[in-house]
Structures are given as C-alpha cells and as structure tokens.
C-alpha cells in the first residue's frame, strides 16, 4: 500500500538536477532508436505506414488517339493501428538507505545534492534505462517473429493481453532455410538466399539488409560454405580456410550474383525481466533462428506521446518518450523513483520484409 506523496527526502535536489542526470544517460547500447526512431503522435494511438504494397512502378501502355485508357487498380492497403501501451518501472530508497544518505550529507560541507548523486543518480539511470529495455525487447521479439507478439507471464511481469500484437503478415513472406543453417557441413546459405531475394523480387521488394542475431552470425560463419566462400582461391587451394569474420562475410555477400548486395546486421542485445517473484531471466529479445530480409535498416518507428501532469509535491524531468519522477512517501518513509513512458515500437516495414526460419522448419 503506497503511503501519502511528499517532496523529495533528497535534501537540495530540484527537477534542473533530475533533468541534467536524465538528459546526460546513455541510450547508444539501445538499437531500437536507430532501426525504430522515436516519433511523437497524437492521442496515443500508433499506426504504421498505409498503401505500403502500392509502390510499385507500374509502366504506363500503348494507346490508339481514339482509343480508351485502361484504368490501373488502386494500391492495396495495408496498414496496422493500436492504443499505445503505459510502460513504466520503479525503484525505492527505503528508509535505512535514507539514513545513510543523511549521515553523508551531515558530513558533507554543504547540502549540495549533486555531491551526492550516488544517492539519487542511479536510480534515476536505473529507470531510464528500464524503460529502454523494455522497447528494445518489444521491437525485436515483434520484428524477428513476423510481427506477431503475445505478452504473457513469462515475459511481462504484469500480464496485459490486450496489447498483443499481431500484423498479419502474408504467409508469402514467411518461409524456411532448405536445410538447418546450424548444420555446417551441408547448409546452402547462400543458395537459399538467393531464392528469398528471387522472391522478395518477385513481389516488388527490394531487400538490401539481412537481420539475424549474434547466435545466428556464429551459425553462417562457422558454415563450411560461407568458410569457402570468403577465402581466397589459393587458401582454398591449400585448405586453409578460416572462420570468416562479420566485416569478411559482407564482402563476400556483396560479390555474390543474385543477392543483391545483401549485407548483415546483428542484433547483438541481451535484456534482462524481472518477474513478481522476484526472479530474473535474460535473453537476446531477437529470436534465435530466425533471419529478417529487409529493403531498409530502419524498419519502423517508436511511436510516443505524453500525459500532461501538474503536480507541485513530484519532481518531474522529460526526455522525448521517457518521463522521469521523483517523491518521497511519509509512510512507510521512503523515496520513490519511477521511469514511464506511454510508448511503443511500430513495425512500418512489417509488410516489405521476408521472414526465414533458418532451421528448415516451417512457421
């Protein structure tokens, strides 16, 4: 039971304080911004990209002077909409801890909180960067399963269906590797994909961008084709091929006819969750065996908006999607810290990609 607000037990901490440690925490291990970037929106309703099909050049015909023009079809709409979700975390300084800030602060010359800052700056980190986390994950499990998510008790500690995500995506554009990427001695990576490309074409997509995370980057490099592949004639000659490093097998993707110019990206991530019992688990959020054919590297949008509030007793700092607050509690004493966001990321591309199975197997 959460006790009355207070201002903040932080003796000297004000909002430009909370503001500079927020503004100055560091997002670059997050890749969502990158392949996701942040947008606000209105109403806290998020939408992908609409007629996403319909960009195709079609070429115009031959006609007579007298003759009637054929009418081309509209575009296919495609497109996806869905309330924005409330993320949030939180963090507590119980009362033992605000003693130990208070014997600091009778020692310290001055009543200076930023002296102090291990005292509230963590906590104010650990916030941001849950609410990151959280993004991330939903970014990836979304993408590298098809644009399908369920949240449930195993990855939500908070159990919401009403927010799963399902894009619906075409069974054309999911398919499976011709043989198990993982068996070395017999995978034809480059053949299958090839064949997905073919498809991608096939179907006016242009993919340029192979996704896989870092498990499915150990599966290609240690692939004797792509060992052969990357070596030179003469190292193949004498049988000393090496495993092939990211940057190598790059350059021999690009080489390669009929993959047109197909390069890797590697979600290299790990997140941990929390679960009410206390207990924690940690994974890669992009699944394992499993690759994303992609036209572009940016694959979608981090859509966002923000709840007005207008409350004196509360400390409250912005960072674009991210809100952080801060307050004391007069019982149980203690000082409360907590990271939210009405935030979610929005798979744009969900409908221009090719979704592989690397391990043969169907979806």
């Not at 002296?115 to 916030?127: H, I, N, P, R, S």
């Not at 070596?231 to 940057?247: E, F, H, K, R």
Request: charged share 20%; net charge negative.
């Amino acid at each position: 039971m959460s006790g009355t607000i207070t201002n903040t037990l932080i003796q000297g901490l004000t909002q430009p304080m909370v503001q500079a440690r927020l503004n100055t925490a560091d997002a670059k291990p997050f890749l969502f911004g990158t392949h996701f970037p942040v947008k606000r929106v209105n109403g806290f309703i998020w939408r992908t990209l609409q007629n996403q099909l319909g960009k195709a050049n079609v070429a115009a015909d031959l006609h007579t002077d007298n003759g009637t023009i054929v009418r081309k079809r509209r575009p296919i709409f495609e497109s996806a909409k869905g309330d924005i979700p409330f993320i949030s975390i939180s963090r507590e300084m119980s009362r033992s801890e605000i003693k130990e800030y208070q014997t600091a602060l009778a020692f310290a010359p001055d009543d200076d909180a930023t002296k102090l800052v291990q005292y509230w700056g963590e906590d104010v980190d650990f916030c941001f960067n849950g609410v990151q986390s959280e993004l991330e994950f939903i970014a990836w499990m979304l993408a590298s399963n098809a644009g399908k998510l369920a949240f449930t008790t195993t990855n939500n500690a908070t159990y919401a269906n009403e927010f799963d995500l399902d894009y619906d995506v075409d069974e054309t554009f999911k398919v499976a590797s011709s043989v198990d990427w993982g068996q070395s001695n017999n995978a034809d990576i480059i053949g299958d994909l090839a064949k997905f490309v073919k498809l991608g074409k096939d179907n006016n997509l242009n993919p340029k961008f192979l996704f896989v995370n870092l498990n499915e980057l150990y599966r290609i490099c240690t692939s004797e084709q792509i060992i052969k592949s990357c070596a030179s004639y003469i190292i193949n000659a004498v049988g000393m091929a090496q495993t092939p490093d990211l940057a190598a097998v790059n350059t021999m993707l690009a080489k390669q006819a009929w993959l047109n110019g197909l390069q890797l990206r590697v979600i290299d991530q790990t997140i941990t969750r929390e679960f009410a019992d206390g207990t924690t688990s940690s994974r890669n959020p992009f699944a394992d065996c499993r690759a994303i054919l992609s036209e572009t590297e940016r694959l979608g949008t981090t859509q966002y908006d923000i709840l007005q509030e207008n409350n004196s007793a509360i400390i409250r700092a912005e960072r674009a999607h991210t809100i952080i607050k801060k307050y004391g509690t007069a019982e149980p004493q203690s000082e409360v810290t907590i990271g939210q966001a009405d935030a979610v990321p929005v798979f744009d591309t969900a409908y221009r990609n090719i979704y592989v199975k690397t391990d043969g197997v169907a979806w």
